[in-house]
Each structure stands twice: as structure tokens, then as C-alpha cells.
């Protein structure tokens, strides 16, 4: 019986009840938050040219209406946004009345950092979704907050969603996504519902499309989806809506499909190593490395297994069916995928961002594995237990993650600060000077752009090329020096670059040094710090080494298509060598004299010279002069053996006032390369173009 002073009290407490199930949903939005603000505060490297310059140049060719060239994760999700947020940007942005290519070429930091933002508030927004729709399904916040979490179980995880466009952010939307239709799956009233097929094979897809990684989730819909008709469904929808999220890679299937059968049969990184479905002497290791890098992921993972054999022990016990079969197949199938997802990744471990999409699998799996827990001990209040995980989860992450983001943060922090103090001391001190950038490990926008551009298989390489045609490169490692694709020797450095050069870039240790010397680049230190360092050529033991190499040049063969042959049938050099054939010979445009080679869209190869007799106490230097709008046509050098020698050049050192480019190929031939050397023009595009004034020299070393 209430009696009446204690009405009031129990009708505000009600009225309190009330108010908090109204509005406890409102807690979904802390994560979130938290999430938000910690990122976009987060620094980051610029012109960072691995992996994200990879994306904006794809992002950018797509932009212009062409295919990508880089399918190795396939990424191509990455790409589309990308170009959607080039284009808004260019669109709202533009105050110089710029082209896109261009407003992307000048800034192309701006575009990365605005599809940064991007793809951080779609996962904001998808963290949110997914806790609020877990707590309206369940009415269990601790549930809804638990998911939430997930985002912060892995270090690697927030490195790569806060800092990165990379595949590894989108594999955060997807494995939210795909963990929001298997809420919905699992508290729907019908769960044998067709629309779960569609669903699932979305997610599925464009997880794939984004990374290859993500197969392992792909597991799932197999285990918890009812019937053969509805698994067979999913599994043949799959390829239509890889497909989808795919399209601007299609041309490049075929390719695709190489890459990823050379990633399952050899046993090394990358496709690389010997042949092998896996390398034991590794592979076992990374297992173990997996485990006891991912502490929480190991330890809800062996806990879901020790709950399915409690489970097995309770059920045979009391001889009772499972009282939810469309739960425990999800935790199989979770189970399944995370174990599925270990042993994928531990064939070539070597970061953990790969384990990205089943470190999110690990609060559904605890959240599954605690509801069947209760409901096989007939324990109805399966809330409590899950609340509880999430505070001690929550307590251990406040203690750990804050110091590992402020020791990140830090890193990128001065990184930049040493980047833009280094390029500002260079204008100050040395205006005058041309720059060649140690590639590819060099922070600065042309060798970003160039990385990214090589990963287009070239299709942007016009485009910078008349933008900046004064940018040069040094690979250390392949010993190639390059404005931009066209290569040059050690000893063209003061004829192309100029007398006052610096080199920037990673440091080099004395060794490296001293090597570079060795390769006829002499350097004096002028800073060298922990990212960056600034050398200066040395001049002086630069031409005192060429002095020391004497040489002699000589005219081995030169054309201009001026002539010939007696019979109308090949265009015929100085010395009467025999070019090609007169149908390609034209008067529509000539560098010098009257006549050139014209290669039209019919014409696949051309020119067809071999060269014999070569010497190997010699250096030959074939150049040719084209003239065409996409640098296409290549020109060939090749050993009849393409194996032992082939160099295929699209790319030119100089550009006259007419327009004409200059195509160079300098090689020293060695005893397997003194034979049937072909010289050749191959019309791989289908372009129109002119070439003229060939050229073959002989530098022989005295």
C-alpha cells in the first residue's frame, strides 16, 4: 500500500527514469566527439608521398576521365572520393580561375588534407550511427558505447584514420558499416529477410574494393545467412559489386588479377621471394606477433572461445537446444573471421594497419559472446556484463592511447617544422641554386607528386612536365638521375641541371657518401638533420674526375629523313644506312631540313634500325627529337633478348622553341650486349606524332 507522502516521491523518480531511457542515447555522441576532436587535431606529414600522393594523383586521373594504374589493394574507393572532394574543392576554391589539373599540381596538400577531413567525419558520423542504432535495437547503452570504443582498441588503427588517405581509413567505414548491418540482422523480427543478401554483399564489396584485407569479413553472411539459396545469392553478388566499387580499375583487371595470384603464391612481400604458399620459417612467428601486438583483440578472442565451450558443456548438460541460433552462427562467423584474418595477414606481417577490419570485429564479438553467456545461464540482465566490459575497456584505454597520440602528434609535429625550416634556409642562402631531391625518400612536392604519378603508370607525366620541367631526381638505390622520367648520367649534371646544384632529401651517412662520389656526385655537408639534410656538388672534384676520364665522341649514325633509298622503299641515313620505310616519311612538320618521321595512329612501330658490332670500352648515347602533345610515341632501344637489355623512353630532356623534345637513351653495353640491338619507335597509344634527327654516338673511354 503507498501511502500518500510517498506518491510524490515515486512519481519523480519515475519522471527520473523516464528522462534518463529518453535520453541516456544522447551518450552516443561522446565517442563520436572524442573521436573528432582528437583527429582533427592530430598533425600530420606532409607530402607524404607513401601512400597518400599515390591516391590524389589516381584521384586526379580520374578527374580527367581516365582509368587509375594502381590496383594493389585495389584502393579505388579511395580514388572516388578523392576526385569528388577535387572536384568540390576546385569548385568552391578556385580564386585563380585555375584549370582542376592545374589548382591540383600547384596545391596538391590542400586536396590530400581536405580528403582527410572527409573521410574523418564520414567515420565520425558512421561511429555515431552505429551507436545510436545498437542502443534504439538493444535499449543496452553500454552495448552501444562498447562498439563505439573499437575505433580506440588499436594505436595503428587511429595513426591511419587520423593521419592517412590511404585504403586503411575507408576499411574503418566499411567495417563499421558492415558491423551496422549485422546489428540490424540480428534484432530484426525476420532476419531471413532477402534484403540481408543485398546488404551484406555491399558492405562486402566495397570493403574489397577498398582492400584486399578486408576478405576475411567476406566469411561471415556464408556462416550466418539461412538456407544454401540465400549463401549462393551473396556469394555470386559479390563479384558485381566488387565491380562496382571497382570501375575506374577495370581496364587494369587483368593486371589485378596477376598482382593478387603472385601475392598467394609466393611466400615474400609484395608478390616477391620464392615460390610457396607461405614461408613457415616466418610465418608461425607473425602468428605469435599478431597475438601479442593486438592484446585486446587476443584476449576477447580467446575469451569468445572459452564461452563457446562453456556454452557446448551448459547445452550438453541440461540436453537443451540453443536458444538463439542466429547468434551463436554469428559468433562462429566472427570467430571464423578474425581467426581467417590472422592467417591472412601472417603470411607477409609487417604492420599492423592490415588487421584493421577484424580489430573492429572485437566489441561485436565480445558483445555476442557475453549475450549468449547469459542466455545459456538463463540470466536475463546480459546489460550489466556488457556495461562492464566497456568501463574496464574504457578505464585501460584513458591510461594507455593519450601518451601514444601526444608521442605520434609530436613526431609529425617537428617533422614538418624540420621540413619547412630546411626549404625556407635553402631560399634564403642558396636562391641561385638548382635542387635535385633524393628519391623517393625526399618530403617535398615534386618527388610527391612524382611517386604518385609513377602509380598512375604516367598519365599525369605530361602535365607536370610542362608545370614544372625543371624538376629533378636522384634514386640512390638504382644510381638514376631524372627530370622527372627522362634519365640522365653523372656526367650531364652541369649541361642539364647547372653549374650550382644542391641535392636535399633523407640523409646519407658517410658510406652513402662516399659512394656518390665514387659515382662521379662529389658532396659537401651543408645540414644534415633527422629528416632533411641540404648537399651542395661539389664543382671542383666534379670536373677534376671528368678530366680524369678521358673519352671520344663520335657520330656513329645519323638521319633526318631527308633521303631515299635508290628503289623508294627505306629512308636512308648519312652513311646510306637503311630506316624504316618511305611511307612514314613526311613534309607536315621537320626540326631540320625538309622532311621527319610521321607516326600515325595505324603505324605501331617504326624506324626498325639494327645496331651490331658494339663495344663494350664504350658509352652510346641514341637520341631522337619528337614532336607531340602527350609524350607518346615511346622510343625504344632493346637487345634482341629483351632480357638482357630494354629501355622503353616517352619522356624528354629538352624542349625546343618549335616545340620539338629531345628523347634520349644512354646505356654501356657489356659481352652479352654487342649484337642485334634494335632501335625503334613503338606506337603503343595509337598517337599522331613526328620524330627527326636521329642520332647514335659513340663516347669510347681512352
Known amino acids: 500500500m503507498i501511502v500518500g507522502h510517498q506518491l510524490p516521491i515515486i512519481l519523480r523518480n519515475n519522471m527520473k527514469k523516464a528522462f534518463w531511457n ?11 566527439l572524442l573521436f573528432l576532436t582528437f583527429g582533427s587535431q592530430q598533425n600530420r606529414a606532409h607530402f607524404a608521398n607513401d601512400p597518400e600522393y599515390i591516391y590524389l594523383v589516381n584521384a586526379l586521373a580520374i578527374c580527367q576521365g581516365k582509368s587509375v594504374g594502381h590496383i594493389d589493394n585495389p584502393g579505388t574507393t579511395v580514388m572516388q572520393l578523392e576526385a569528388a572532394v577535387i572536384w568540390i574543392t576546385h569548385l568552391v576554391s578556385n580564386s585563380s580561375a585555375e584549370s582542376l589539373t592545374d589548382h591540383v599540381l600547384d596545391s596538391p596538400d590542400l586536396f590530400v588534407r581536405n580528403t582527410r577531413i572527409v573521410i574523418m567525419v564520414l567515420n565520425t558520423l558512421m561511429i555515431l550511427l552505429l551507436g545510436y542504432i545498437t542502443f534504439r535495437k538493444t535499449s543496452l547503452i553500454g552495448a552501444a558505447l562498447l562498439l563505439q570504443l573499437n575505433v580506440f582498441f588499436s594505436e595503428n588503427l587511429l595513426d591511419h584514420a587520423w593521419t592517412k588517405v590511404s585504403p586503411e581509413p575507408m576499411l574503418v567505414l566499411a567495417s563499421l558499416a558492415f558491423m551496422l548491418v549485422t546489428i540490424f540482422h540480428l ?9 540481408f543478401v543485398w546488404l551484406y554483399a555491399l558492405t562486402i564489396g566495397f570493403g574489397l574494393g577498398t582492400k584486399a584485407t578486408f576478405l576475411p569479413l567476406a566469411i561471415f553472411p556464408i556462416l550466418i545467412l539461412s538456407g544454401w539459396k540465400k549463401k549462393l545469392l551473396y556469394v555470386g553478388s559479390l563479384p558485381f559489386s566488387f565491380i562496382l566499387f571497382t570501375i575506374p580499375a577495370i581496364p587494369e583487371y587483368e593486371n589485378m588479377y596477376y598482382w593478387f595470384v603472385r601475392l598467394i603464391m ?3 612481400k609484395y608478390g616477391q621471394g620464392t615460390a610457396g604458399f607461405i614461408d613457415t620459417a616466418t610465418y608461425f612467428p607473425n602468428i605469435l606477433k599478431i597475438l601479442l601486438t593486438n592484446q585486446v583483440f587476443t584476449l576477447i578472442l580467446a575469451l569468445s572461445f572459452i564461452l563457446v565451450v562453456f ?3 551448459v547445452k550438453l548438460y541440461t540436453r537443451q537446444p540453443l536458444q538463439n541460433s542466429l547468434w551463436f552462427k554469428a559468433l562462429i562467423g566472427l570467430q571464423a573471421s578474425s581467426i581467417f584474418g590472422i592467417l591472412l595477414v601472417a603470411k607477409q606481417y609487417n604492420a599492423n594497419h592490415y588487421l584493421i577490419p577484424v580489430l573492429l570485429l572485437s566489441s561485436l564479438l565480445l558483445i555476442v559472446s557475453i549475450k549468449l553467456t547469459a542466455v545459456s545461464l538463463s540470466y536475463t540482465k546480459f546489460g550489466n556484463p556488457i556495461l562492464a566490459a566497456f568501463l574496464i575497456l574504457a578505464i585501460f584505454l584513458l591510461v594507455k592511447r593519450p601518451p ?3 608521442y605520434a602528434n ?23 641554386h638548382k635542387i635535385i631531391h633524393f628519391y623517393p625518400f625526399s618530403l617535398n612536392k ?3 607528386l612524382n611517386f604518385g604519378d609513377v602509380y598512375t603508370k604516367r598519365k599525369i607525366l605530361p602535365f607536370l612536365k610542362e608545370k614544372y620541367p625543371d624538376a629533378w631526381f636522384y634514386d640512390f638505390y638504382d644510381n638514376r638521375l631524372a627530370n622527372w622520367q627522362a634519365e640522365i648520367q653523372a656526367s650531364d649534371i652541369t649541361n642539364f641541371v ?6 636535399t632529401g633523407m640523409p646519407k651517412n658517410d658510406e652513402e657518401i662516399n659512394i656518390l662520389s665514387d659515382r662521379g656526385i662529389p658532396l659537401n655537408r651543408i645540414y644534415q638533420g633527422r629528416i632533411m639534410a641540404i648537399y651542395e656538388l661539389d664543382t671542383t672534384k666534379y670536373f677534376q674526375k671528368l678530366r680524369e676520364i678521358l673519352t671520344d665522341t663520335s657520330i656513329v649514325i645519323s638521319c633526318g629523313a631527308e633521303r631515299l633509298s635508290e628503289d623508294g622503299e627505306y629512308i636512308v641515313g648519312a652513311d646510306g644506312e637503311r630506316f624504316g620505310g618511305a611511307w612514314i616519311r613526311s613534309r607536315e612538320a621537320a626540326r631540320s631540313g625538309e622532311y621527319s618521321f610521321k607516326i600515325e595512329p595505324h603505324t605501331e612501330y617504326a624506324i626498325d634500325y639494327k645496331l651490331d658490332n658494339l663495344h663494350t670500352d664504350s658509352e652510346y648515347e641514341i637520341s631522337i627529337w619528337r614532336k607531340s602533345d602527350d609524350l607518346w610515341p615511346l622510343f625504344v632501344v632493346s637487345a634482341s633478348d629483351a632480357s638482357i637489355f630494354y629501355k622503353a623512353e616517352r619522356d624528354y630532356l629538352l624542349k625546343d622553341e618549335q616545340g620539338w623534345q629531345l628523347i634520349r637513351i644512354k646505356f654501356r653495353p657489356n659481352e652479352n650486349m654487342t649484337k642485334d640491338f634494335k632501335i625503334f619507335i613503338w606506337n603503343r597509344k595509337k598517337s599522331t606524332a613526328f620524330f627527326d634527327d636521329l642520332t647514335i654516338k659513340r663516347i669510347r673511354h681512352i
Open 266 to 268: 609466393n611466400t615474400g
Open 498 to 503: 647547372g653549374r650550382k646544384v644542391l641535392f
Open 311 to 313: 556454452i557446448g558443456i
Open 22 to 32: 529518453n535520453y541516456k542515447g544522447l551518450l552516443t555522441l561522446f565517442i563520436p
Open 446 to 448: 615534386y618527388s610527391a
Open 404 to 406: 601514444q597520440i601526444q
Open 187 to 195: 534484432h530484426d523480427p525476420h532476419p531471413n529477410r532477402l534484403k
Open 410 to 432: 609530436e613526431g609529425y609535429r617537428i617533422t614538418n617544422l624540420e621540413m619547412d625550416t630546411t626549404l625556407l634556409f635553402i631560399k634564403q642562402h642558396y636562391p641561385d
